[in-house]
């Protein structure tokens, strides 16, 4: 059964468009986090929600924003994306912050900017 | 800074062809040490946490170690099945509590 469920898989947008993607869990945890991901580089950490208390990574550009409306859904919106936001976007869930608190990770999306 | 270092990067191995992934990292303070596999085109499934010198996991053919500066992810008699990129990621003591801190990754492919 899928814990962390992202949607779409692939996602097709034009340079200037602005673009959703979404991230929900069934694990009802209270972190959620969003993950850039570029070929063969580690996944970078965009932001993330301790339930609504929203942390941005300090080099996450203003381009990227997020939403988390309720415990289950979290969104990353890209406003105006480039040709360089192309990359693997991941969704992430963590019980609580702190220690001993592993990372669940859903599919992904692969984002690619025309 | 905190840092994360994979090694090798690419690793070929023939099926049942033992070795070792490397994962340096330095940071001032670990709270916790993670090991995931990535297959292409798919999120990280979790496999291990570590979180003192010393102490080892173990799953099927893969086994986890931790030493102050260093973790070691010993893969024993692979199988094709086991082609993947493994990532290592730590969590820092004086970070945000939630952050973690991946390396590159290493490219595991298992010949028959």
């Known amino acids: 059964d899928a814990m962390v469920i992202q949607n779409p898989r692939y996602q097709v947008t034009q340079f200037g468009k602005p673009v959703t993607l979404s991230c929900s869990q069934t694990l009802n945890h209270n972190v959620m986090y969003w993950y850039q991901q570029k070929s063969s580089q580690a996944p970078k950490l965009l932001f993330h929600y301790y339930d609504k208390d929203f942390n941005n990574e300090a080099d996450t550009p203003d381009n990227f924003q997020s939403r988390r409306p309720n415990t289950s859904f979290c969104f990353l919106d890209i406003r105006s994306p480039g040709l360089g936001d192309a990359a693997m976007y991941l969704c992430?869930?963590?019980?609580?912050?702190?220690?001993?608190?592993?990372?669940?990770f859903g599919a992904g999306t692969r984002l690619s900017v025309l | 800074e905190d840092q994360v270092t994979q090694s090798p990067e690419a690793l070929r191995l023939q099926e049942g062809e033992s070795s070792s992934l490397n994962c340096s990292y330095t940071v001032s303070g670990l709270r916790g040490l993670f090991w995931y596999r990535q297959d292409p085109g798919k999120g990280p499934e979790f496999l291990f946490t570590l979180y003192s010198a010393g102490e080892e996991k173990e799953k099927e053919r893969l086994k986890a170690t931790l030493t102050k500066k260093e973790s070691f992810l010993h893969i024993t008699a692979p199988k094709p099945e086991d082609s993947a990129t493994y990532l290592c990621?730590?969590?820092?003591?004086?970070?945000?509590?939630?952050?973690?801190?991946f390396g590159s990754g290493t490219r595991l492919s298992i010949r028959p």
């Open positions: 990621a730590v969590q820092a003591v004086y970070s945000s509590a939630s952050k973690i801190i």
């Open positions: 992430a869930t963590s019980r609580d912050a702190g220690s001993k608190n592993i990372q669940y």
